[in-house]
């Protein structure tokens, strides 16, 4: 038997084969790295497949590798020396073959090499910068290095969710949702990729006092606790805008919806008081406090279909109500107003809503070491410990929440801010740029010097009691976002409210007052609790609970006959019909199975 040959694949599509995969990928590369074929190639020999992967398509994420060959970086001192001087730019290093860009696939073939004195005769690359290891996100926190792998993404899942300036010209736009801290600040402790992307313009942040302590168990897990006087000096404080925005859509037949306050003779009319904060032309006013289910944009539109039908014969035209009312559960007030025309001629208004969010208990926090933590508490500044100077934290964290997580990063930080505080300047904290010993050695030395504990600890005293702690709090400064997550755009409640027209269940999501969503596992819990009529006022009361008429001699559902005062059958015509309570959605499933030809009969336990 032949030795199977190895399959050549350009952008995912087979093009052909070749005897020996590896060397025919070596040939592209090398070709590649003299400028032979485009730079923009990418290969990879994928060997328990015996596969060449060629990728020339759009789209790849690629990031620069220093080549190395024969044990030697290509990168040489006096390469770096014209570099430096500014007579050779990186476009030069990738036209001469020193630095290549390789795609996913392709760097599963190399080796490389973080640091220089780390190559062997194997290594086949390396890393431009060991902080090219990390994403951008990633590299705008500080010590990453110093984390567990698995927190990252969970890190820069915070840094995505943070409250900031994202913009200066937030006053002319009209994004749907947008949040703006009040005080942003910069970083104690920020990395050169932070400071290169100006990233202190997009500031989304402030810096915290933090102290790792308890609270009288308020702050157990990740919960936090808040210093009152903070907040309300302005720690973590927002504001919030919602958009709202309404057009006059025209119709076929000449119809067109026009903005103006609507009349009390309209279909679907409010009710004066939710129509109170609009002006003249059926606008909202600037700067008026409005609430929940009050119109801000009053619109009326043509009836849906002409001439309806009503019992009186042929109806009158009826123009219906469609303004715009402020989201459930929302207040504020209206920040601006903007009329525009689209490019088809219609108007379009666009409603600013502005609210204040002072940090509250619920509202979510996290610092860039990817610790998140709920507000539990906020207490008064007299209440809280003290140092001897009087510095009160301005969030108290759990120290439980460190040691299993590893984000030993998060007290680096605390660390080298509190150093850099007393300094009075910002320190680096770019990722694989210094030895942990040597990192901790210079800020202790600092903090040595201005006469504090070395290692960041100090002696607290007790707000509510004024006792002396028996042991010494570590504390620092950390560089705090808050995210979106606010107790105030999701707290809702339901008693009674809307269902499906389909299931006749609660329906589901807050935009819809919708239910709690009661699941298969809920329900697992209580079966396995035994709790049968919970389980049944879960399911059955509180959901879809539908009384129907089942037939005894036929076992289909009927309908009770109230002009006879009889319930009917009307499968075989017979008069002996139970009051069953039966879940709707039990119903409708009957019906779908009729409709494919099964008809399941219901045997009573009575009969
Ligand atoms: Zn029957």
Not at 491 to 515: C, F, Y
């Amino acid at each position: 038997m032949s030795e199977e040959k190895c399959r050549v694949y350009l952008d995912g599509r087979e093009i052909g084969t070749v005897a020996d995969g590896k060397e025919f990928a070596a040939e592209i590369r090398s070709n590649r790295r003299k400028g032979l074929i485009s730079g923009e190639i990418n290969v990879a020999y994928i060997k328990s497949i015996n596969e060449v992967h060629i990728n020339a398509d759009k789209g790849r994420v690629r990031k620069p590798y220093i080549i190395v060959e024969d044990g030697q970086s290509k990168l040489t001192p006096d390469i770096m020396e014209k570099l430096k001087a500014g007579e050779i730019d990186f476009n030069f290093l990738v036209r001469r073959g020193i630095i290549e860009y390789l795609d996913a696939e392709e760097e599963e073939n190399i080796l490389a090499a973080m640091d220089p004195s780390e190559i062997t005769k194997k290594t086949t690359h390396l890393e431009a910068d060991p902080a090219s290891f990390f994403g951008l996100t990633v590299n705008n926190s500080v010590f990453p290095e110093f984390n567990s792998m698995g927190r990252h993404p969970i890190a820069w899942n915070f840094m995505k969710q943070a409250q900031g300036l994202y913009t200066t010209n937030f006053n002319s736009r009209y994004d749907a949702r947008a949040f703006l801290l009040y005080y942003p600040q910069v970083p104690i402790v920020n990395s050169v990729t932070y400071r290169t992307l100006n990233m202190k313009r997009h500031a989304n942040g402030q810096n915290f006092v933090v102290a790792l302590s308890t609270y009288y168990g308020y702050n157990m897990q990740d919960a936090v606790v808040l210093n009152k006087a903070a907040v309300d000096r302005g720690l973590g404080r927002s504001v919030f805008y919602r958009s709202y925005m309404d057009e006059e859509r025209r119709y076929p037949g000449g119809q067109q919806d026009s903005f103006k306050l609507p009349p009390p003779t309209i279909e679907g009319y409010k009710g004066e008081h939710a129509y109170s904060k609009l002006g003249e032309d059926g606008i909202v006013e600037p700067e008026l406090e409005v609430n929940e289910g009050e119109v801000i944009i009053g619109k009326v539109s043509p009836p849906r279909f002409l001439e309806e039908q009503t019992s009186f014969g042929v109806g009158e035209e009826r123009s219906r109500d469609n303004s715009v009312t402020l989201r459930s559960g929302e207040t504020g007030a209206v920040d601006s107003v903007m009329f525009s025309e689209t490019t088809g001629a219609t108007r379009i208004i666009k409603v600013r809503i502005r609210s204040i969010k002072v940090p509250e208990v619920g509202d979510k926090f996290a610092s860039r070491q990817s610790q998140k933590g709920v507000t539990a508490l906020i207490v008064p500044q007299e209440d809280m410990p003290y140092t001897k100077e009087g510095i009160v934290p301005d969030l108290l964290l759990n120290p439980i929440g460190l040691p299993n997580r590893m984000t030993y990063g998060h007290i680096l930080e605390m660390l080298g801010a509190k150093a850099a505080s007393l300094d009075g300047k910002t320190v680096d904290g770019t990722p694989f740029s210094r030895h942990g010993k040597e990192v901790i050695d210079d800020y202790a030395g600092t903090l040595e010097k201005y006469g504090f504990e070395k290692f960041g600890d100090e002696v607290f005293y007790d707000g509510r009691t004024g006792k002396k702690f028996s042991a010494t709090l570590f504390n620092g400064v950390v560089y705090y976002h808050r995210l979106w997550h606010m107790v105030s755009l999701k707290l809702q409640v339901r008693s009674r409210g809307p269902v499906q027209i389909l299931t006749r269940q609660p329906t589901e999501g807050k935009p819809r007052k919708g239910g709690l969503k009661f699941g298969e596992m809920e329900r697992d819990a209580l079966v396995g609790h035994g709790a049968s009529l919970l389980i049944k006022e879960r399911m059955l009361d509180q959901s879809d609970k539908a009384p129907v008429w089942i037939c005894k001699t036929c076992g289909d559902i009927g309908y009770y006959d109230y002009i006879k005062n009889t319930p009917v059958c009307p499968t075989c015509g017979g008069n002996k019909l139970e009051e069953v309570e039966i879940s709707y959605a039990f119903k409708l499933l009957l019906d779908e199975l009729k409709s494919m030809h099964i008809l399941a009969r219901l045997r009573l336990k009575s009969d």
